[in-house]
């Protein structure tokens, strides 16, 4: 099988052989720890920067500008520049801020990207954690992350700050509803909850066209309840910038506002790397019934190579959303997901296990 | 600071459920520096009380110390987005006063930019209001077609923004040799942009949520408050001064007065959609039918107001733009004031705002179109 | 049943404005040589100001660094912001009569207004108005000129 | 109405107004004993219906000062001018007309700012530009010897 030549299962399995053929399993474990979690900072820190590139230029091209050309070629060292200038601004402390939570609001927002990226599995054999709960463990963990947001809308000691966080609370305690469920949805479907399997079970097709009609409603509904969760436009009450000035991040500053800011563009990472591996099959190449030669090309592109033009894809589809819509109010985000998103989710339930009990999948 | 919310807790108390947030002087949504001083009860608005000033400039002082040639240039500082109609407001009232006749090609001048001028005002609210409610691509298309009507004025009288362009007699300059061409290149292309701006905003389902029903204001209420223009024509309060007091070239032209009934922040933002239609149809009944002659007649070299007290009212892209002057024969003007359309449809706010959200207070505020010189002067 | 086919066509209108909104934006980013902006500082050498632009008053002069400035002080008294202050000196002609010619037009870029009063009220057409419109300085003395370069004279035949 | 009919109808209603056809718009100077009741009965008189107040400016005079109020009817479309003139410069003051016509509160509000008349029974007779320490800049007497420079 083609799809052999790029699994990194090898390579990690020999740097662990390695490993632990020169010292305890214990060490071993942590120096392996270690590696995994300076990858992973590397990676947040790297790709927040690329995303935050990338918005910047896919906005721009929406609103016919050109974004960021000075700094670099096309502008490319531009968040660099941003990032080493967010670095060295002073911390502000307002006054009268509960000095403890407000430290605290940040560490624990970017902590929930780290947290759920353990388990995305970037390609074969690029997976950190593999548990068989994967899908339980991300819908859980990351609804910390509101935590967070309204630690800073409190401890700021800011009305808008207070507004802002408020709202998001209340915004993401009903949207998880609907990311939960949606993900259900596709966990009847595959029979599993352990995310490499899921992966593998779409290796002949994509879970999108072998759930057919479910699947796709369950897709759209995740991708407005992620949209929904990470904050972004048409749901970004939370920051609301003309009506919050900045909402919950308002006394925030440095390095400190570059935390909510990475943590965003993570987050934005973690819900689209979610809809590739639950519906459009994670790493695995396009694959077209029995047509050969073309399911042979599709299996040279790396998987790795697959995985994240899939995300980019989704991403570029919420870009696309925030830099169309209008915002919507607080009142109509909840009837949204009461009146709408969350019948459409029941009724998808019934359909899918209907499907799956009576086998109408391929 | 201290002393105002002192004064509201004295007088006006707040009870326990509300807290007071200041919406400006400094806030994307307020368009310039207002301030609102909101109080809330969880996001709900109780209170809306505006205070202003922050950038008072004294025009109506300053005008007591120039010559009537000389304060027209200030009043380009006032609504700076209709600077023409309130140049034009002046020269009509000093003319009005002299019993100056100006020839017909001044007329149609004026008309023209006054329409090119809503225009360039209503896609700069558009834009702006699209920006309130969160769709930030609009605020791009918006100016990206602005800037085609300011290259209009630009390539005629040298400025994009605070033309100076009307003298009492006249017009400053002769219209370009380019201008027809390019006000019908502008037109063509535009009348394919509205529609877009309908699909992208109007249409919109999330917008229509935002906006049908939102922020009323009643017919009664909007003459009650002095409400003119776009924003009390979508009340049904029929106050267009060029349709009921025509100055210019407005009485040969034929065009409907862009009317609504429900008052509610969708009508506002209709009724302004149609006045681009209505602005664009002007123009085009004007734009070939320009009669050669004179663009200015001779005016004295002092110009000496009589004696007395003149009014003339103009519809500005906001509503009723008013001067009154005041003259006591002199070269300088005795009093000046300046009724500004912003001034009265501000404090409709507070009377609509109350028991809606924050989020709806900006929606409200974007189709109520304030530009803060006007209000402060 | 009504009203259930009511939510169901809500939704699907609701979603048909979303996409057709989508389409806008799609058009525009999928034509991106159609950019509107400019890279300001890079075109300068091709950027041209229309003829009447208004940037500065200046005062131009021939090869022979002859003005038509007769120092009337119309302009200064035109100017609505006091921008414009014109000293005059008195010198002896040729024939031995007295005569008062301009001997410093001071312009303050920092109060001007550019409404072109000055330029229009101007009898002789001395002073007209600029196209350079880059007008920041490091200090604000900077912004005081004198339009008439120095050693200049006036024009032959330039009526009093 | 027309002009004509108008002044005849408001000179015969009241007497003491002094009611003339002025350069431009019918004008009435009301004594300030009467304003309130004159300008409510405007409001309120069906064949009259000034439902709309156009614009309220104050005007500073020697002896004394004025505050004029344009009115328009929505129905009849005739337009009014009304004068009112304070007793003297030194404690100017008038009854408020906020409560016939809302708008009035603002316009109130700024001239009571800007020249210092004092309008009674004005609910809420706050400045509304400038501070309380603040002259007041529109009337004549007014020095300012940092900010205005005398040429």
């Known amino acids: 099988m083609a799809l052999e030549k790029y699994d990194f299962t090898p390579i990690t399995q020999s740097i662990h052989e390695g490993l632990i053929s020169n010292m305890s399993p214990l060490l071993t474990t942590i120096v392996e720890w270690t590696i995994i979690g300076v990858i992973y900072l590397l990676f947040v820190a790297v790709f927040g920067l690329l995303l935050v590139y990338v918005e910047r230029k896919v906005c721009a091209a929406f609103q016919q500008r050109m974004g960021p050309m000075r700094v670099g070629p096309w502008g490319l060292l531009q968040t660099i520049a941003d990032f080493i200038k967010l670095l060295m601004k002073e911390l502000i402390t307002p006054k009268s801020v509960d000095k403890f939570l407000y430290n605290l609001a940040p560490f624990i927002v970017i902590i929930v990207p780290f947290l759920t990226i353990s388990v995305i599995p970037f390609g074969p054999g690029l997976q950190a954690l593999d548990f068989d709960i994967g899908i339980f463990f991300v819908t859980a963990v990351s609804s910390v992350g509101v935590i967070g947001v309204l630690l800073a809308g409190w401890a700021s000691n800011n009305k808008y700050s207070l507004i802002g966080g408020m709202r998001s609370g209340a915004q993401i305690v009903s949207y998880e509803l609907s990311v939960g469920m ?16 899921i992966v593998a079970l779409q290796r002949d097709g994509w879970f999108l066209f072998k759930g057919h009609i479910p699947a796709i409603i369950a897709f759209f509904v995740f991708v407005i309840a992620g949209t929904a969760e990470t904050n972004r436009g048409p749901f970004d009450l939370a920051e609301a910038e003309s009506e919050l000035t900045a909402g919950f991040h308002t006394e925030y500053s440095g390095i400190k506002f570059a935390f909510f800011f990475l943590a965003e563009y993570i987050n934005l990472f973690i819900v689209s790397a979610m809809a590739t591996i639950v519906f459009l099959g994670g790493w695995m190449p396009f694959h077209f019934g029995s047509w050969e030669g073309f399911n042979g090309v599709m299996d040279l592109i790396p998987g790795i190579i697959w995985f994240f033009a899939k995300v980019f894809g989704i991403i570029f589809l919420i870009m696309w959303f925030k ?16 009146k ?5 989710n029941l009724f998808n339930i019934l359909l899918m296990a209907t499907v799956v009990l009576l086998g109408w999948h391929w | 600071m201290a002393e105002i919310i002192e004064k509201l807790v004295t007088t006006d108390e707040i009870k326990a459920d509300e ?49 009537y040639p000389q304060l027209i240039h200030l009043t380009d500082r006032m609504d700076y987005l209709s600077s023409h109609m309130n140049n034009e407001a002046v020269c009509l009232c000093i003319e009005n006063a002299l019993q100056v006749e100006v020839p017909e090609r001044v007329k149609y001048i004026r008309t023209i930019f006054d329409e090119l001028q809503r225009l360039a005002s209503h896609q700069l609210w558009w834009c702006a209001s699209g920006m309130d409610l969160g769709a930030l691509t609009a605020f791009f298309y918006g100016l990206r077609d602005r800037e085609d009507i300011l290259d209009i004025f630009e390539e005629t009288c040298g400025a994009r923004l605070t033309l100076n362009y009307s003298v009492p007699g006249g017009v400053m300059f002769d219209l370009h040799p380019n201008f027809q061409r390019r006000v019908k290149d502008f037109i063509k292309k535009f009348k394919k942009k509205i529609p877009e701006y309908d699909t992208l905003l109007t249409g919109n389902v999330i917008f229509q949520e935002r906006s049908k029903g939102v922020g009323i204001l009643s017919k009664e209420d909007a003459i009650a408050f002095g409400v003119t223009g776009p924003t009390g024509r979508a009340s049904g309060f029929s106050c267009d001064i060029r349709k009921h007091h025509p100055y210019s070239a407005y009485p040969l032209v034929n065009f409907n007065e862009a009317m609504g009934s429900d008052g509610d922040t969708f009508t506002r933002w209709k009724v302004r959609m149609d006045e681009m239609w209505e602005s664009i149809s002007i123009i085009e009944q004007l734009i070939d039918n320009i009669p050669e002659g004179d663009y200015a007649v001779k005016m004295k070299g002092v110009i000496k107001l009589p004696e007395g007290e003149f009014y003339q009212r103009v519809e500005t892209a906001r509503g009723e733009f008013g001067v009154f002057i005041v003259s006591d024969g002199k070269k300088n003007p005795y009093r000046v004031k300046f009724r500004s359309p912003g001034f009265s449809n ?28 006007d209000i402060d002067r | 049943m009504n009203s259930f086919f009511q939510y169901i066509t809500e939704i699907f209108k609701g979603v048909w404005s979303l996409i057709s909104g989508m389409r806008i934006t799609a058009k525009y980013f999928f034509t991106p040589w159609k950019h509107v902006t400019q890279q300001y ?62 001997d410093k037009h001071i312009y303050h870029l920092s109060m ?17 108005m600029g196209q350079k419109f880059e007008h920041a300085y490091w200090n604000r003395t900077s912004m005081t000129k004198v339009l008439n370069m120095p050693g200049s004279k006036i024009m032959e035949g330039i009526k009093e | 109405m027309t002009n004509e009919q108008l002044i005849e109808h408001l000179s015969n209603a009241y007497p003491d107004a002094v009611a003339k056809i002025g350069i431009q718009y019918p004008e009435i100077i009301v004594g300030k004993e009467m304003l309130h009741a004159f300008m409510l009965k405007l409001k309120s008189d069906p064949t009259l219906a000034f439902d709309y107040l156009v614009c309220e400016g104050g005007v500073d005079y020697p002896t004394y000062m004025q505050v004029v109020y344009h009115l328009e009817s929505t129905t009849h479309k005739h337009f009014l001018v009304v004068k ?23 316009h109130e509000r700024e001239i009571f700012d800007l020249m210092g008349i004092v309008f009674n029974n004005h609910h809420d007779l706050r400045r509304l530009f400038l501070d309380d320490s603040w002259g007041f800049p529109l009337r004549k007497d007014y020095k300012d010897d940092i900010h205005v420079v005398e040429r």
Request: glycine letters at 6%.
């Open chain 3, 41 to 102: 500082p890079e075109n300068r050498d091709k950027l041209v100001m229309f003829d009447r632009f208004r940037g500065e008053v200046i005062m131009p002069h021939n090869e022979n660094n002859e003005h038509k400035c007769t120092g009337c002080g119309i302009c200064e008294l035109n100017c609505p912001n006091g921008s414009i202050e014109i000293i005059s000196k008195s010198i002896v002609t040729d024939e031995g009569k007295k005569k008062r010619i301009l």
């Open chain 1, 323 to 338: 830099w169309t819509f209008p915002r919507l109010r607080i009142d109509q985000i909840l009837t949204l997901e009461w």
């Open chain 3, 112 to 128: 001007c207004t550019f409404c072109n009063l000055c330029i229009k009220s101007c009898p002789s057409d001395a002073i007209i």
């Open chain 2, 19 to 67: 807290y007071l947030v200041n919406m400006g002087p400094q806030h994307p949504s307020t368009h310039g520096v207002l301030r609102l001083l909101l109080k809330l009860e969880g996001e709900i608005v109780h209170n809306v009380d505006p205070h202003v000033g922050y950038i008072h400039s004294g025009i109506e002082k300053m005008t007591e110390a120039l010559s």
């Open chain 2, 346 to 373: 501000l404090f409709a706010i507070n009377h609509i705002a109350k028991g809606w959200k924050i989020a709806d207070l900006v929606a409200i505020m974007a189709t109520f179109d304030l530009v803060i010189p």
């Open chain 4, 84 to 106: 009112c003139n304070t007793e003297n410069r030194e404690t100017p003051a008038l009854d408020t007309v906020s409560d016939i016509w809302p708008t009035a509160e603002f």
């Open chain 1, 182 to 197: 949606s993900l259900i949805t596709m966990v009847i479907l595959a029979g599993t909850m352990q995310v490499s399997q």
């Open chain 1, 340 to 344: 709408y998103l969350l019948p459409i």
